[in-house]
């Protein structure tokens, strides 16, 4: 069973830009929660949708937005990139809201 | 505020010896913990799990244990091996997974030969 897949790997982009991340969760698995990871902050929930619909979101501004398609395929988008918004975007998908999630490898955004 | 803490941000231990990682909460709506073991350049990959109406909770070599009252959650890993260097994340859930994960900032694990 293939894992959760998050394209693109690595991107690089400049303060003012927008950037769209992908994630394609586990076969089934109809939760997809994303996270970002900074070396300050570590670990933090930004949103979760549930059967296309966002069902909770973290302490993250507006700027920060996401969606799920039918498929349980989901995107983030983050709008007026700033430097702060460099981190590794980590997409997890579980099969029920609360079950323990399976991350994928992560997207690796630099703000430059 | 931080709800979930790991104190050590680094642990070394001897190849074959035991590993304990520590996970302190503050949150006591938290019902459902977590462990993830994470390699440089790869996601969190999960370890093992408890629910908070269980102290104890064993999986091969990794075995975490729950204390309620204290709040205080620990990862053994017997007997350690090399593949086990890696940063270990703490991770707790309120029932509704209302707020996602929430994670610890992790303790990154040195297993020496």
């Known amino acids: 069973k293939a894992g959760v897949t998050q394209t693109p790997r690595y991107l690089i982009k400049t303060r003012g830009q927008q950037v769209t991340l992908s994630c394609s969760p586990i076969?089934?698995?109809?939760?997809v929660s994303w996270y970002q990871q900074t070396p300050g902050q570590g670990l933090q929930f930004l949103f979760e949708?549930?059967?296309?619909?966002?069902?909770n979101k973290g302490n993250f501004p507006g700027r920060f937005s996401g969606r799920q398609f039918s498929n349980s395929r989901s995107e983030m988008n983050v709008s007026t990139l700033e430097l702060g918004d460099s981190a590794l975007y980590l997409c997890?998908?579980?099969?029920?809201?609360?079950?323990?999630?399976?991350f994928g490898a992560g997207t690796r955004l630099s703000v430059l | 505020d931080q709800q979930v803490k790991q104190n050590s941000p680094s642990l070394s231990v001897q190849e074959g010896r035991i590993s304990i990682l520590n996970c302190d909460y503050t949150?006591?709506?938290?019902?459902?913990f977590l462990w993830y073991k994470k390699y440089p350049a790869e996601g969190p990959t999960f370890l093992i799990s408890?629910?908070?109406?269980?102290d104890k909770n064993e999986d091969g070599r990794f075995t975490v244990f729950l204390n309620k009252s204290a709040k205080h959650l620990s990862l053994h890993i017997v007997p350690s091996q090399p593949g086990d260097s890696a940063v270990y994340f703490c991770a707790a859930v309120e029932g509704g997974g209302a707020d996602g994960l929430t994670f610890g900032k992790g303790t990154h694990l040195i297993i020496q030969p």
């Open positions: 997890a998908s579980s099969l029920v809201q609360t079950g323990i999630q399976y």
């Open positions: 408890i629910s908070s109406i269980k």
């Open positions: 076969s089934g698995h109809r939760s």
């Open positions: 949150n006591s709506m938290f019902d459902y």
């Open positions: 949708y549930f059967s296309e619909t966002q069902r």
